[in-house]
T-cell receptor
Framework: SQTIHQWPATLVQPVGSPLSLECTVE??????LYWYRQAAGRGLQLLFY??????ISSEVPQNLSASRPQDRQFILSSKKLLLSDSGFYLC????????????FGPGTRLTVL | KNQVEQSPQSLIILEGKNCTLQ??????????LRWYKQDTGRGPVSLTI?????NTKSNGRYTATLDADTKQSSLHITASQLSDSASYIC??????????FGTGTRLLVSP
């Protein structure tokens, strides 16, 4: 099965600072990759998905951007964080033998102060 | 509008008891329905995946059912354990790389 790595696990950043969250995937090739945000007490919201290197689709207009420089690397970024960017960010991967299943990483807890 | 609704929002049961979580969805087109378990501060972990033609699937003490006609699913947990305390999320896939997530049921198993 696939293994998703995310770092950092937790992050506290001031408003206006930049952001870079990284996600890497093991155990598959050419996966579809996803970034989700989960606010407290709410369902997961899809932010971006990617079906290949350099291919990014954005689901909601926002202060964030995503990039996929390598097949199994997915990066979530911001030039200037807002308070509303606080949340739990999850990277997910789907594809390969378990094409029907989406595997999630351990998440990054971001607090913007 | 594609929606997934789960009930109850939260549930407390005694260790060893059974419980059933509900999921109603209005998602089209329908590809599959998944149940995930999410421990606090962790990523969701898949429990079951069911396609349109499957109406039940088990994973250990977890049994999921699907009624595609009424667009309802349930997750039954047998002989609950303290480690079952978590949020359980129902997710429906439209098949176009898109998942519609429920807000989850928070389960607490009490000793």
């Amino acid at each position: 099965s696939q293994t998703i790595h995310q770092w950092p696990a937790t992050l506290v950043q001031p408003v206006g600072s930049p952001l870079s969250l990284e996600c890497t995937v093991e155990g598959t090739s050419n996966p579809n990759l996803y970034w989700y945000r989960q606010a407290a007490g709410r369902g997961l919201q899809l932010l971006f998905y990617s079906v290949g290197i350099g291919q990014i689709s954005s689901e909601v207009p926002q202060n964030l951007s995503a990039s996929r420089p390598q097949d199994r690397q997915f990066i979530l970024s911001s030039k200037k964080l807002l308070l509303s960017d606080s949340g739990f960010y999850l990277c997910a991967s789907q594809g390969g033998v378990s094409y029907n299943e989406q595997f999630f990483g351990p998440g990054t807890r971001l607090t913007v102060l | 509008k594609n929606q997934v609704e789960q009930s109850p929002q939260s549930l407390i049961i005694l260790e060893g008891k059974n419980c059933t979580l509900q999921c109603n969805y209005t998602v089209s087109p329908f590809s599959n329905l998944r149940w995930y378990k999410q421990d606090t501060g962790r990523g969701p972990v898949s429990l079951t995946i069911m396609t349109f033609s499957e109406n039940t699937k088990s994973n250990g003490r977890y049994t999921a059912t699907l009624d595609a006609d009424t667009k309802q699913s349930s997750l039954h947990i047998t002989a609950s354990q303290l480690s079952d305390s978590a949020s359980y999320i129902c997710v429906v896939s439209t098949g176009f790389q898109k998942l519609v997530f429920g807000t989850g049921t928070r389960l607490l198993v009490s000793p």
